[in-house]
Structure formats: C-alpha cells, structure tokens
C-alpha cells in the first residue's frame, strides 16, 4: 500500500510538472468523472496545484474543482512527455490529465472524484483525517491525543489509523515501531506518554526523512529506507525480513498477519519487548 511519504511526493511531482498549466487532454474510465467532463469540460481549465492530504491527492483546477484521488492498495500516478511509451498497460488507465508538455496518467487508481470547493470543505474523509505527517504545520500533541482516543488498539493499528494520525502505511508502521523500541502489539493505554510522544517523534522524522531524500520517484516502496545504511540491501530495519537476524541484536525478526486485511507486522522481539 502506498505509505503517505509515496503520495506527498507523487503530489510534489505533479505539482512541478502541471500548475500553472493549461489542461489540453482529459480521459477517464470513469462515468462520474466524464459525465462532470461533459458538462462542464475539463479542458481549457488551468491546474492551480496539485497536493497530498494524507493519502488523498488533490488535483485543483481554475473554476473551483478539485480532483480527488486516493491509491487505496495497487493505484499510482506516473508522468510521463506526450508521446512517451507508459510503464504500464493501456488498459490500467483510470484517469489522464494532460497539458502541453506533460501526461499524468493514473493507473489502477480505485477512487477519483470531482469536487467542488464547498464539496472540498465538507467532504467526510479528507475532515477526519488526523494530523498528517508530512504537514509542515504538523502538531505532535494533536497527534498524540488523537492516537491515545484508540487507547484498547494496539499500537500497530491505531497507527494505521488514518483517523489519528495520517500518512503512516504497513512499511512505516513496523519501521517505526522498531526505531521507537515498541512492541507493535502493546495496547496505546499500556504507554506512557513519552512512549508515545517518541513514537510520533520517529514517525514524524522517518516519513520526512523519506520524503526529502528522494522526492523524484513516484513508485511505492522502491528507494525507502529507515536505517542511515548505505547499502541498498539493508534499506529497512524489520519490514518483509522475517525469520532474518535483526540488523541490531541477530535476534530473528518475527512476523504476524493481522488487522481485517491481514498486513503482516514484522519485529524484533528482543529489541521492542
Ligand atoms: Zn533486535
């Protein structure tokens, strides 16, 4: 699942590459979304700026209409020069918005919609999300209370929570929590608050810290790494190394599916007991 740091940068990207642009080029698999583009066109919009709410990417356009998109488990955008072949198939396009010199072209996005700015302002989702991350007016304590509200969940869930605190995915969770020295499975009202306040202090520092060192790439977890290791095999600390040493006490790092999707969390039983 693309993690908040993938879609801030996909939004800083596009934001590069379209605002200020005028939309030559509008298609969709979507009938709510061409049936918007046939009554009042796409085309001849200009983009005013494109940006990341969590895991929402807003696409905002002159005339008051924002395009909403969320990447759920397999959805991503790509930018490619007209003409440019495109690293996925025809067949996964959801939605294209093209200028001059650029196409984005969202392949296999699940959610896309057309708001209006009162839409915008009201829309339940986007209002309930917690503080994101990657915010530059992030507010540590919001956060911290936001996560203590889900006192009975453990953890791991209650920073999957979208709810309490925004823009953290299956990677980032068990990266984390590892960092933190956490066990993922420990209930949020079994912390003291400094747990919980480093917790928000890793995650905060970790989705940045991702975020300024490669802010060009567009896909999921290609390039992301939470240890300061310079070699590309030794990326993350626990995520997908089950039964491996930990990289700090050659433990063997444990892995469990949970959650009603079954992610699997990933750590160090020594390290964060
Ligand atoms: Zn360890």
Not at 109 to 127: G, K, M, N, Y
Not at 154 to 171: E, M, S, T, Y
Not at 213 to 224: D, K, M, N, P, V
């Amino acid at each position: 699942m693309p993690e908040g740091d993938t879609i801030f940068r996909a939004a800083h990207t596009l934001n590069r590459a379209l605002a200020g642009r005028l939309v030559t080029r509008f298609e969709s698999v979507f009938p709510a979304l061409t049936r918007v583009a046939d009554d009042d066109p796409i085309v001849g919009r200009t983009v005013r700026s494109v940006r990341s709410q969590g895991k929402h990417l807003l696409m905002a356009l002159s005339g008051g209409l924002t395009l909403r998109t969320h990447m759920r488990m397999n959805g991503s955008w790509h930018i490619y020069r007209p003409g440019e072949k495109w690293q996925r198939p025809v067949r996964d396009m959801r939605v294209l918005v093209g200028t001059d010199d650029f196409v984005a072209v969202g392949f296999n996005v699940p959610v896309a919609e057309f708001l209006t700015d009162r839409e915008l302002a009201r829309h339940r989702q986007l209002r309930a999300l917690g503080p994101d991350l990657l915010d530059a007016a992030f507010d540590p304590d919001a956060a911290r209370t936001r996560v203590r509200a889900h006192g009975r969940d453990a953890i791991g869930d209650a920073l999957l929570n979208q709810r309490a605190v925004a823009g953290i995915g299956n990677v980032f969770k068990s990266e984390i929590l590892f960092v933190a020295g956490i066990d993922p499975f420990r209930r949020v009202d079994a912390m003291t608050d400094e747990d919980l306040a480093r917790v928000i202090d890793v995650a905060q520092n970790l989705l940045q810290g991702n975020v300024l060192s490669r802010e060009q790439t567009l896909s999921s977890a290609i390039g992301r790494r939470t240890t300061r290791s310079l070699d590309p095999n030794e990326k993350l600390w626990v995520y997908a190394r089950g039964g491996k040493p930990c990289r700090r006490c050659g433990t063997l790092i444990e892995s469990r599916k949970t959650g009603i999707d079954a992610r699997l969390t990933y750590w160090c039983p020594r390290c964060q007991s």
